[in-house]
T-cell receptor, first 115, second 114 residues
Framework: GESVGLHLPTLSVQEGDNSIINCAYSNSASDYFIWYKQESGKGPQFIIDIRSNMDKRQGQRVTVLLNKTVKHLSLQIAATQPGDSAVYFCAESAAGGTSYGKLTFGQGTILTVHP | SAVISQKPSRDICQRGTSLTIQCQVDSQVTMMFWYRQQPGQSLTLIATANQGSEATYESGFVIDKFPISRPNLTFSTLTVSNMSPEDSSIYLC???????????FGPGTRLLVL
């Protein structure tokens, strides 16, 4: 089936820096995208989502950018903190049919924030 | 967002045995799902748990190996049958309300098969 992949498997940043985590997706029918944060020993935690009719969406310290032309998704974290250290997954969903509600996950990026 | 709990949180099992994992949501949800996350890897969807009917399995997963129940809108179980060491994984339950695409996850069940 279609897959979602990440460019960088690991990312190390200094506390206070901004972080950018990238994700490429291949299903042109995808119309909904989510970023999750997974800390060690826990389940994935919803961070932010975006629909394909938007290019940008902002949350608290996080921004998701969607470029449908090149099928690229990114998560920006402002003023990264040690508590942001985790694995970040992008996921995508295609509307309608048998795929409705199902998520396809990317491979994950390990973010390490150094104090 | 829904609060999701899973039991057990972890278990160590002998090969050939079966383990049933429970998933409880604190509110009524439209869809429930089961995922597997092998060590150091991403999440793979096992099946969609349908209320009152047979689950819908993804390619590579079969009902005999992973029977699933969903007797009501807030509860589901996944059984890992006839386990082998290759079944050692984290098993995650998720649920969504409206919009149906926004899934929230339980804490996972960490399974080790010896």
């Amino acid at each position: 089936g279609e897959s979602v992949g990440l460019h960088l498997p690991t990312l190390s940043v200094q506390e206070g820096d901004n972080s950018i985590i990238n994700c490429a997706y291949s299903n042109s029918a995808s119309d909904y995208f989510i970023w999750y944060k997974q800390e060690s020993g826990k389940g994935p935690q919803f961070i932010i989502d975006i629909r394909s009719n938007m290019d940008k969406r902002q949350g608290q310290r996080v921004t998701v950018l969607l470029n449908k032309t090149v099928k690229h998704l990114s998560l920006q974290i402002a003023a990264t903190q040690p508590g942001d250290s985790a694995v970040y997954f992008c996921a995508e969903s295609a509307a309608g049919g048998t795929s409705y509600g199902k998520l396809t996950f990317g491979q994950g990026t390990i973010l390490t924030v150094h104090p | 967002s829904a609060v999701i709990s899973q039991k057990p949180s972890r278990d160590i099992c002998q090969r050939g045995t079966s383990l049933t994992i429970q998933c409880q949501v604190d509110s009524q949800v439209t869809m429930m799902f089961w995922y597997r996350q092998q060590p150091g890897q991403s999440l793979t969807l096992i099946a969609t748990a349908n209320q009152g009917s047979e689950a819908t399995y993804e390619s590579g997963f079969v009902i005999d190996k992973f029977p699933i129940s969903r007797p009501n809108l807030t509860f589901s179980t996944l059984t890992v049958s006839n386990m082998s060491p290759e079944d050692s994984s984290i098993y995650l339950c998720s649920a969504s309300g409206l919009p149906a695409e926004t899934q929230y996850f339980g804490p996972g069940t960490r399974l080790l098969v010896l």
